[in-house]
């Protein structure tokens, strides 16, 4: 018999590396002879969108569009160091980084353009596209090209450095400010159960997630998607199989991650509402869309089949089994 | 050692090989398509999916002899001239790669796919990727790119 | 992988003469999928590989008046593709299907499941359901042999060395009779099977029994007929009470075949739903228009 | 503010590499005169070892053994630096690195690797984090195995236990799982001049670049770290893998090395997502209001510590969930075992958690009689709120609209009968 239930879970998550631990992000902002904008900072690219995400930022400092951006992570000779690609960080501590960094170099380009236009005061400038100009009579401007041109030899080449504020805290109580900002997704999900052979199928998912501010929607529906399937994954399939230490569930032939078969669709809904701290109000999403899967497939199970599962992953054999002592009890 | 040909994405390569390589080898290690990942070694995620003689295979799961004079079309070898392949750009507009080890893969995967049934239903979809193991996306982004894909190469076919 | 030579052949004659030179050093390779996983993990120690990938006549699907005869080196895809429409044959479209996924089902072949005879085998269950024969040749003679006879063990056949299974042959479905399958994978693609089941029945009216071949797969050392099931259920009409307690006969045999095994208590339960949804499709199967 | 990239569904910047096969992960790398890395791995989870190099050293084609006596300072970790390059006396876990081969091909390194004796003198191992809090237990490292104890104290849980109107308790368990990202860890090293540059891909590349300078005692600004494109992370590739063998390598061969784990290899080199065991209380008065909570939160961290201490703190300090909850008491503790080592994973330690406290919360409102999101909607943070290590949360705080969104999504309609 196939049993249909629904579930539902919330959860929060602090950013960052927390307790009061520096966590701090370095970026360097330099203008190209091209009159292109060249960012260098250290933080990867590890599929999550991090070079687009941070490119967009500095892109907005400048209003030029990201093809104007010159991206530089790779090579720890030439970035500065940007702590790592973990913690949901990138976007609000890298981002600040560098949208800081940008801004310095803005402003110092600001200064040229001022001195070469011979203008007054900074008052009633307009950046954008690649040039600087007085909004009130545009073709008093200048271009970001000329102004590579103009400064020659001595790149304009800013830094910007970003510390998140956390607190250590409290040994015996645990009081304190540990991590900010938080983050916050919650799911529904609806499962069907065959009762008969224990299998699970999420047949619906919605997902509300907390942006802060969305820079790329596109790319944070991709990391809900891909959130959803590791909660899946977590949920339903993946276990190592530890014996004596021994990893015995160590392939893909025994170790399951989702195929697309088993991903369900999953409809999404942002929640915007900016952090003063972050990058033009955005947060970190990339862990936070996968916690509230797992719990909201249990819960839904639960109110399918009338079965608690305390222990993940509830694979079909544990499943069938408990429902079979249930029955039992009946 | 032994010397066979192998017909990859249009071109002919006469190539030294050992009785015990498999065509992923050959094509990474000797030819230097590197675009033809290794994940598993084993069938089990499609990293290393090539098209043979029109069908979708792991190039881990073929030895290399057995490719002798059959047509192989990697990644390398989907792109038109000066232009991206609809597959391609449908991925790079619908989000469909994340940190992209996969994304060759499930591009020759999905061409495959397109090949034999151009108007495929999502489910359908999911069916012809099934064996393309991507651990970033949660996979929806690609089917929604296949069946862009799928407008593109139809609007391409009514216009010629 | 230590292989020292190898060789592709085009037709079964060369192959066959190949097999002879070199007897045991020699190993056939079809679709690969498990030969090549057996030679990284040194379990396949075979010096000689001979492919038979490219012998059209083992690619050849063949309907005579009463028989269907597979080529050993037929892909699940074709076979997916050849049966897809007859509908009285769904079973085995269902069965090719839930192969591995669709690169494996490219290369995979009917022969080759059968001949490495995994314990899993998703062919298997169906082939013995429907009695099938296998056709061995070697240079200069041929014999058939039952595949239930054909399978001796986990992972072994009655192949001998210089040996190669050309053809599979089963009886045609008549309008009466149908065929059912169901598998059991812990997720939908890349599944290797958890239970297998299929199921042949010949119905007289009122759904009366008249014959009836049931086969499992993963629930023993390699694919098996079950013959308790079947005297049980033969010449019972099929109501459901009685294919419940067709269920509960094959959790028996289950029980006493994997007494002791961890998976039993998953087992003996997931197996009387994999059986009941092998016998309704089975049903619906033989309420199809044969011939086919 | 009008914005005009930031909220754009921008094109991804690194996609064109990536849909082309251009894109360089560390296994597409070739150099002239390339040679080829393999490491030899513990077998046995709890051991002394010794290991013999002789015979493997005279294949022909192999070029170099590299062992703990070759690593200038043998130590390496996130935080504790619990780890050895290569395994001087002791094995903590299957898969521990022993010995790394450099050959002129990769089969040969193979053939060097199983020519290596290695004998194992066995020691009792723990496998179960209960067990290994004992006092008798036997030592993973050379102190206690329990490295971390995080406390919350906030009101008085058990008079506030007393008041309750409903209280649930559970016991949960998560299991140990793997990031499975698609590429395999790969690496390349090659000598410029007196740098040593060293091609992976990593979360973190001035990490490594740190660890590989100070395991070879070698000044930061002569250790360069390229980060390809990286095939997936999610927390697998914070801590040290490759990266030091292959720089030590380059370093004493002088050729570029590379080497390319296996799936299976993979799976035994990077660190795990902590299993832990939770046990819950939680309580609520007749208004549905959460009152205490209790939690003790047990996590495995194998044979390494890796990320422990800060993977069982976030776990603490997630522990509640989203809601306000007037009295905590919260327990973490992280703990070495002889299992595979547990590091950061997508969640780190906020992925378990949430399958006690969610499930807990809806046991309670069963129990209340009132609906799952009614529940929710009652407890959940908001502006003002103070999480219970006493955090103001002062703004960003859109939980509810959160909830009311997938409850309206979901066409779920709210039973508030049970609610007073």
């Known amino acids: ?330 | 050692m032994k010397v066979i040909q192998l017909k990859v994405n249009g071109g002919v390569y006469k190539v030294d090989i050992e009785e015990d390589m498999r065509l992923l080898d050959v094509l990474r290690d000797k030819l230097r398509l590197t675009g033809t990942k290794e994940g598993c070694g084993e069938g089990e995620c499609g990293a290393c999916t090539v098209i043979m003689d029109g069908v979708s295979v792991n190039a881990c799961m073929v030895m290399a002899f057995q490719a002798e004079g059959k047509e192989i079309i990697t990644i390398e070898g989907i792109q038109r001239k000066d232009e991206l392949h609809p597959i391609q750009r449908a991925f790079l507009e619908e989000g469909a790669v994340q940190c992209g080890f996969c994304t060759p893969g499930m591009i020759l995967s999905a061409k495959a796919l397109l090949d034999r049934n151009p108007s495929p239903s999502r489910k359908e979809i999911r069916e012809g990727i099934s064996g393309n193991l991507c651990r970033c996306t949660g996979y929806n982004q690609i089917i929604t790119s296949v069946e862009k894909a799928s407008q593109y190469l139809r609007r391409e076919e009514e216009e010629k | 992988m230590e292989i020292k030579e190898v060789f592709r052949k085009k037709n079964v004659k060369e192959t066959l003469e190949i097999l002879e030179h070199y007897q045991e050093q020699c190993k056939i390779i079809a679709g690969g999928t498990d030969i090549i996983i057996q030679l990284r993990e040194g379990i396949e120690k075979s010096s000689v590989l001979v492919d038979i990938s490219n012998i059209e006549e083992l690619k050849v699907v063949k309907e005579t008046e009463k028989w269907i005869e597979i080529g050993s080196g037929v892909t699940f895809t074709e076979i997916a593709r050849e049966f897809t429409l007859h509908d009285k044959f769904s079973a085995l479209v269902e069965a090719a299907a839930s192969v591995g996924s669709p690169q494996i089902r490219n290369a995979a072949t009917i022969g080759g499941n059968i001949c490495n005879a995994s314990p899993a085998a998703d062919f298997i269950p169906p082939l013995l359901a429907l009695n099938a024969v296998v056709v061995l040749e070697r240079k200069n003679a041929i014999r058939e042999m039952c595949l239930e006879e054909f399978i001796i063990d986990k992972e072994k056949v009655a192949l001998k060395a210089d040996e190669l299974l050309t053809k599979i042959r089963f009886k045609k479905l008549q309008t009466n009779q149908g065929l059912g399958f169901s598998k059991l994978g812990f997720r939908k693609a890349l599944a290797i099977s958890k239970i297998s089941t299929a199921v042949f029945l010949e119905l007289e009216e009122n759904n009366k029994c008249k014959g009836t071949r049931i086969a499992t797969g993963a629930l023993g050392r390699h694919g098996l007929r079950e013959r308790r099931v079947e005297e049980f259920l033969q010449e019972k009409a099929l109501d459901p009470s009685t294919v419940h307690q067709g269920g509960r006969k094959l959790q028996k045999e289950i029980e006493k075949r994997l007494y002791g095994r961890p998976s039993l208590a998953f087992k003996k339960e997931a197996v009387i739903g994999i059986f009941h949804k092998a016998v309704d499709k089975a049903f619906k199967s033989c309420k199809i228009e044969g011939g086919i | 503010m009008k914005l005009e990239v930031v909220g754009k569904s921008v094109i991804r910047v690194d996609g064109l590499a990536k849909i082309t096969g251009k894109a360089i992960y560390p296994q597409d790398l070739f150099m002239d005169d390339m040679v080829f890395g393999k490491t030899l791995r513990s077998k046995k989870p709890h051991a002394h070892v010794k290991i013999d190099i002789s015979k493997a050293k005279t294949i022909p084609g192999v070029i170099k053994i590299l062992t703990y006596k070759d690593v200038p300072n043998n130590h390496h970790g996130v935080l504790l630096k619990d780890h050895e390059v290569l395994c001087s006396k002791k094995v903590r876990a299957i898969g521990d690195p022993l010995a790394f081969v450099i050959a002129v091909t990769e089969k040969i390194a193979k053939r060097a690797i199983e020519a290596i004796e290695v004998t194992y003198e066995e020691i009792k191992g723990v496998f179960d984090p209960f067990e290994a809090m004992k006092e008798d237990a036997p030592k993973v490292h050379d102190g206690s195995n329990i490295i971390y104890h995080y406390k919350l104290r906030k009101g008085d849980v058990e008079a506030a236990f007393e008041k309750c109107h409903a209280v649930v308790e559970g016991e949960y368990k998560t299991s140990m799982v793997d990031h499975a990202f698609l590429q395999p860890e790969a690496g390349l090293a090659y000598k410029d001049g007196d740098s040593i540059v060293v091609c992976v891909a990593t979360q973190y590349p001035h990490f490594d670049q740190l660890e590989i300078a100070e395991a070879l005692i070698m000044p930061l600004e002569k250790i360069k770290v390229i980060n390809t494109a990286v095939g997936g992370a999610f927390g697998g590739r914070e801590d040290i893998t490759m990266q030091i063998h292959l720089a030590l390598a380059a370093m004493l061969t002088g050729k570029p090395v590379k080497t390319i784990y296996s799936r299976e290899e993979s799976f035994e080199a990077h660190s795990k997502r902590h299993p832990m065991t939770m046990y819950y209380k939680t309580g609520a008065n007749s208004e549905g209001k959460l009152m205490a909570m209790k939690a003790k939160i047990i996590g495995d961290t194998g044979a390494y510590a890796s990320w422990a201490i800060n993977v069982l703190r976030k776990a603490g300090v997630h522990a509640t969930g989203p809601y306000e909850i007037p009295n905590v008491k919260i327990d973490s503790y992280a703990v070495y075992t002889n299992n595979p080592f547990a590091g950061a994973m997508r969640g780190f330690g906020a992925a378990q958690v949430p399958i006690g406290h969610e499930q807990q919360m809806d046991m309670l409102a069963e129990k209340l009689a009132i609906d799952p999101i009614t529940f929710r909607l009652i407890n959940c943070f908001t502006v003002g709120s103070k999480t219970a290590t006493g955090q103001v949360l002062e703004e960003s705080i859109p939980l509810q609209n959160c909830i009311e969104a997938v409850a309206e999504a979901m066409n779920f309609s709210k039973k508030t009968e049970g609610a007073v």
């Open chain 1, 1 to 330: 018999m196939k049993k249909r239930g629904i579930g539902f879970a919330s959860v929060f998550y602090g950013t960052g590396y927390g307790n009061g631990f520096p966590d701090i992000s370095n970026a360097i902002a330099e203008l190209g002879m091209d009159g292109k904008i060249t960012i260098y900072v250290g933080a990867t690219e590890v599929g999550q969108g991090a070079k687009t995400i941070l490119s967009q930022i500095a892109a907005e400092v400048f209003s030029m569009s990201v093809e104007e951006i010159i991206f530089v992570c790779e090579d720890t000779s030439i970035t500065p160091d940007a702590g790592t690609a973990a913690a949901s960080r990138q976007t609000y501590n890298t981002g600040n980084a560098i949208k800081i960094a940008a801004e310095n170099l803005r402003e110092e380009m600001i200064d040229v353009a001022i001195e070469r236009l011979g203008l007054n005061s900074r008052v009633g400038l307009a950046v954008k596209n690649g040039r600087i100009f007085l909004k009130t009579f545009p073709e008093k401007g200048i271009s970001f090209e000329e102004i590579a041109l103009l400064v020659g030899d001595q790149h304009l080449r800013r830094t910007g450095s970003f510390t998140a504020q956390t607190t250590q805290m409290d040994e015996d109580t645990g009081e304190g400010a540990p991590y900010w900002p938080y983050t916050f997704s919650v799911y529904g999900i609806e499962v069907e159960v065959d009762t008969s052979i224990g299998t699970i199928e999420v047949i619906r998912s919605v997902c509300a997630q907390d942006t802060g501010r969305t820079i790329n929607p596109k790319l944070v529906e991709g990391q809900i998607d891909g959130g959803f399937a590791m909660g899946l994954g977590y949920a339903i399939y993946e276990d190592l199989n530890l014996q004596k230490g021994k990893i015995k569930h160590n392939r893909f032939t025994n170790y399951l991650i989702p195929t697309a078969e088993d991903m369900p669709e999953v409809e999404k809904i942002f929640i915007e509402n900016p952090e003063s701290t972050g990058p033009y109000g955005a947060k970190g999403i990339g862990e936070p869309v996968t916690l509230a899967v797992a719990p909201a497939i249990l819960n839904a199970i639960y109110d399918a089949v009338g079965i608690r599962i305390k222990e993940i992953p509830v694979t079909p054999d544990k499943l069938l089994i408990a429902l079979k002592e249930k029955e039992m009890e009946v």
